[in-house]
């Protein structure tokens, strides 16, 4: 059982949070982190990339001279991918990278990488984060006080807050993301997890489920 530290937006600890690492994931698999990782970044790949085959690049396909007798080595037409302005031999084409892992696997990432968080000390955890409309002076004080001004962090809230997103988005390296939407990868990339208390009773609601 560890006893996680609840501060306020100041930065005073105001409380504390038991929690059992267990109950997120009774132990932090390595390699299907990042196995899941890779899945997700693979996902983010555009596979975009066009080359031209021979078939595809400007150029007679009449045989540059005949066969034998030249002194020269044999030769196709000049749209060969051995010559230069010729096609590439196994040319790039637009492609999917994207694949998926088992949905169980994924899920029991996502509680590993905040596990990971937890037991290396890096998430902290906060009374309460809301705001009357968007404000990232706010923000940006709120982060100052705990601290965590200047560390890629991620903020993880119950539900999606329109005004926490729109008060953190203009901060560098902090990006915001409801209990629903973590996985691995947005878990692992930020150095520091910032979590609300409903947050983290969201999460282990999720592990207990």
Known sequence: MISLPIYDRAGNQVGSYEIDPAVLAPRVNKQLLHDVVVMYQASRRQGTQKTKSRGEVAGSTKKLYRQKGTGNARAGSRRSGVRRGGGHIHALRPRDYSYRLPRKAVQAATRMAIRSKLDSGSLVCVDQLSFGEPRTKEMAGVLAALPLAGKS?????????????????????????????LNALTVLQPRRMLVTKDALDAICRKGQA
């Open 153 to 181: 962090t991620l903020v993880a809230t119950a539900g999606y807050d329109v005004n926490v997103y729109k008060s953190a988005r203009n901060i560098e390296q902090v990006t915001v993301s409801p209990v629903t939407e």
